[in-house]
Structures are given as C-alpha cells and as structure tokens.
C-alpha cells in the first residue's frame, strides 16, 4: 500500500480526513443560509485564534492575498516602514511598494529588528507599520507587543502578518494594538490552502483609502458580512469554505489553549533534539525576539549538503524544508504546525538523525532528547 507523503514543512500542512472528506459533499448555494451559517462559525472561531472583537472576514485566496488586502486598503499613497528580518517581511515590503512610499528597515535574515530604528521613522511621520509576527524562512518569532506599542505611540496603523503563527501560537490582536492582522488556511489552521482570513480594527476602518481594489475591497467585505445570512461579496471557494469550517470545529474540540501548548510542546521537541545531535540553531535573538512556535530553523552541518539531508530523509515518505533564497544549502526546517503530534515529530526526527550519522556527522542521540519533552 503506499504511503502519503509526510509534509514537516511550515505549510502547507497535512490536512486531517475529517477536514478532506468535508470538501467532498455536492455543492451548495453561496447565497443561501447554510453557507452563512458555515462562514459565521468560521469567524467566531478564528476571533478566539487571533485574539480580536474586531471584525474578521474570509478571502478567497492565498495568505499573500490577504497581506495585499491590508496594504492595499489600508496604506495606500501613505508612508509605510516595513520591518525585515526574512523573505516573507521581504514580501510585505515588495507589496507595499505597489502601493505607497517605503522605507524598509531590514537585519540580516534571522537576527532582531532594529525597534530603535522603527521608533526613529514613526517619530518623522510615518503612517503604517508592517511586519512578519512569525518569520518561517528564519525560524524566528518577531516582537508583535512592542511593535505595536510604538505604532500607538506614534498613530500608525500595524497590519500584521499572523500567517504561520494564528492558531499556533499565542497571538493577541486587540491587546498588542495590532489594526489588521492575516492567518492563512494552510498553516496552523491544518485547512487546504487557498483562503486567507483578515481581522480590521476600528483605527483601520477610520483610514480605508477611497481608492481601493475590486476583488479585494474589504469595504464590500464589510458589507456583504453583515448581511442575513453572512456573504462574501464575490463567488467563494465553497468546498474551502467547508473544509476549513470543518477544522475550525476541529480546534475547538481541541481547545485553543490546548492547541497552542501542543505546538510549543512540539517545538520545544526539535529544538531539544537538535541540541542532542550538536545542531546549531539558526535565528539569534534578543530579549524581544523567540525561536518560531511553528517551525524550527537549523544549520546544515558542514560535512553535510542540503541533498544528502533532506534527500534521505525524504526517502522515509517525508519532506522537511530546506533554505530559500541565499539560504538555500544552508540551513534546514521542521515544521511543527496543524494537527500533527508526537508520533509524527518522532519519526521525522529519527530520519534526520539517521540522516546525520550516514553522512559522518557525530550526532548526539537527539531522538531521545525530543521523547523526553513530548512525554513530559
């Protein structure tokens, strides 16, 4: 019989057969009651995960759809300062671009934000602040609480991309003084991908541009969500709508909290193992910055490439992530997101570390190191 492959990367992720089967039913009217009723538990649910009152709603499209959407409304012809430390701030940055005037504030890929440096920007008048909460090409989780405490401090609007950490890590929307904040399906939500949800507060609202896109004018978002029953303004993705209602319920079975503690559990597991094979940890923090919740950022050892590492793992049936960009050969990544749990982290660690010894690397006994934290 043969085996699905194991997907450990930071998205997308394997999506349970409760979530699959979901997408499977005849389809149903997009106007009509059932529909609405599945897009409003979708809401309630991911207000819980982003931490916010403020309204939420559903895009048909990728997370960097919905990072587009919150530059595109809320920041254009405005001065944005877009805070780098890993390609996806990159992407923020690029987006921005299309669409106002930015100064981009970029550290070495994994290293701290400059916050100093942002301070100095807000205080000469600038008007937006975007950033990656959780930088997965680095492994390296930004300082969301104090960013936003500037960005309030000065008026600034924070539109924050929450893509890999909402739904698997603490995030706390209204409370940091984040405006707009974007999840994507395919990431911690263990949904299909193809949908990114965005949450606007009221500062945000106050300061939507008069020129907005079409497809993704969250102003007829606005709209069509307050409707009875909730719409979307133009034809959703239906059966992604379904599966991804479907794993809402899953993780309020689940538990918020108990979700959040599995995938640091998880983490804290890699990162143990890595510490026993004498694997370096790739990001450098600070006191502001922590290792990702959702994906584990390594070096490649020396006497290893990035094909004799991940291509004998994948040789188990399981992929991990390599490095992008000119990082590429450098380091590699576990992911550590969705519904996966023990079992799935211990056999991925085994692979790696055999992965290790056959290539002459001294590895500790890291697969020991990681069934301690998972059972403790």
Same mark, same amino acid.
């Given at each position: 019989? *043969?085996? *699905?492959?194991?997907?450990?990367?930071?998205?997308?992720?394997?999506?349970?057969?409760?979530?699959?089967?979901?997408?499977?039913?005849?389809?149903?009217?997009?106007?009509?009651?059932? +529909?609405?009723?599945?897009?409003? $538990?979708?809401?309630?649910?991911?207000?819980?995960?982003?931490?916010?009152?403020?309204?939420?709603?559903?895009?048909?499209? /990728? !997370?960097?759809?919905?990072?587009?959407?919150?530059?595109?409304?809320?920041?254009? $012809?405005? /001065?944005?300062?877009?805070?780098?430390?890993?390609? +996806?701030?990159?992407?923020?940055?690029?987006? @921005?671009?299309?669409?106002?005037?930015?100064?981009?504030?970029?550290?070495?890929?994994?290293?701290?934000?400059?916050?100093?440096?942002? *301070?100095?920007?807000?205080?000469?008048?600038?008007?937006?602040?975007?950033?990656?909460?959780? *930088?997965?090409?680095?492994?390296?989780?930004?300082?969301?609480?104090?960013?936003?405490?500037?960005?309030?401090?000065?008026?600034?609007?924070?539109?924050?991309?929450?893509?890999?950490?909402?739904?698997?890590?603490?995030?706390?929307?209204?409370?940091? !003084?984040?405006?707009?904040?974007?999840? !994507?399906?395919?990431?911690?939500l263990a949904a299909p991908a193809g949908l990114a949800a965005i949450a606007v507060g009221e500062r945000?609202? $106050?300061?939507?541009?008069?020129?907005?896109?079409?497809?993704?004018?969250?102003?007829?978002?606005?709209?069509?969500?307050?409707?009875?029953?909730?719409?979307?303004?133009?034809?959703?993705?239906?059966?992604?709508?379904?599966?991804?209602?479907?794993?809402?319920?899953?993780?309020?079975?689940?538990?918020? @909290?108990?979700?959040?503690?599995?995938?640091?559990?998880?983490?804290?597991?890699?990162?143990?193992?890595?510490? @026993?094979?004498?694997? $370096?940890?790739?990001?450098?923090?600070?006191?502001?910055?922590?290792?990702?919740?959702?994906?584990?950022?390594?070096?490649?050892?020396?006497?290893?490439?990035?094909?004799?590492?991940?291509?004998?793992?994948?040789?188990?049936?399981?992929?991990?992530?390599?490095?992008?960009?000119?990082?590429?050969?450098?380091?590699?990544?576990?992911?550590?997101?969705?519904?996966?749990?023990?079992?799935?982290?211990?056999?991925?660690?085994?692979?790696?570390?055999?992965?290790?010894?056959?290539?002459?690397?001294?590895?500790?006994?890291?697969?020991?190191?990681?069934?301690?934290?998972?059972?403790?």
């Amino acid at each position: 019989m *043969e085996q *699905e492959p194991l997907l450990m990367i930071p998205g997308p992720v394997p999506v349970p057969q409760r979530v699959r089967a979901a997408m499977t039913r005849q389809a149903i009217n997009h106007r009509g009651p059932e +529909f609405g009723a599945a897009y409003a $538990d979708c809401v309630r649910t991911l207000k819980a995960l982003f931490g916010t009152e403020n309204d939420l709603y559903i895009i048909s499209g /990728s !997370g960097s759809a919905g990072m587009e959407a919150g530059v595109a409304n809320f920041a254009r $012809d405005k /001065s944005i300062v877009s805070l780098v430390n890993g390609k +996806f701030g990159d992407r923020f940055a690029k987006i @921005g671009q299309r669409y106002g005037m930015v100064t981009v504030l970029e550290s070495e890929w994994g290293t701290p934000l400059d916050l100093a440096a942002l *301070e100095r920007e807000l205080e000469a008048g600038a008007e937006i602040v975007t950033m990656v909460h959780n *930088e997965t090409s680095a492994g390296i989780k930004n300082p969301a609480p104090e960013v936003g405490k500037l960005a309030r401090k000065y008026d600034a609007l924070f539109i924050m991309d929450g893509i890999t950490s909402i739904g698997g890590d603490d995030v706390r929307m209204d409370e940091w !003084g984040v405006d707009v904040a974007v999840v !994507g399906s395919q990431k911690c939500l263990a949904a299909p991908a193809g949908l990114a949800a965005i949450a606007v507060g009221e500062r945000a609202w $106050d300061r939507i541009s008069d020129k907005r896109p079409f497809y993704l004018d969250m102003a007829a978002y606005r709209k069509s969500g307050k409707g009875t029953p909730m719409e979307t303004p133009y034809t959703p993705a239906v059966p992604l709508f379904l599966a991804l209602c479907e794993a809402c319920k899953m993780i309020e079975e689940e538990g918020v @909290g108990a979700r959040i503690a599995r995938h640091r559990r998880m983490a804290d597991a890699v990162r143990a193992a890595a510490k @026993g094979w004498g694997v $370096d940890l790739f990001p450098k923090l600070d006191a502001y910055h922590a290792y990702s919740n959702t994906v584990t950022a390594m070096r490649i050892p020396g006497v290893l490439t990035d094909k004799d590492l991940r291509g004998t793992v994948k040789k188990f049936g399981i992929e991990i992530a390599g490095g992008q960009d000119h990082l590429k050969g450098k380091i590699f990544r576990i992911g550590t997101m969705g519904g996966v749990g023990a079992q799935e982290i211990l056999a991925t660690l085994a692979a790696v570390q055999f992965a290790l010894k056959t290539s002459n690397f001294a590895a500790g006994d890291g697969v020991e190191a990681a069934a301690g934290v998972l059972l403790g």
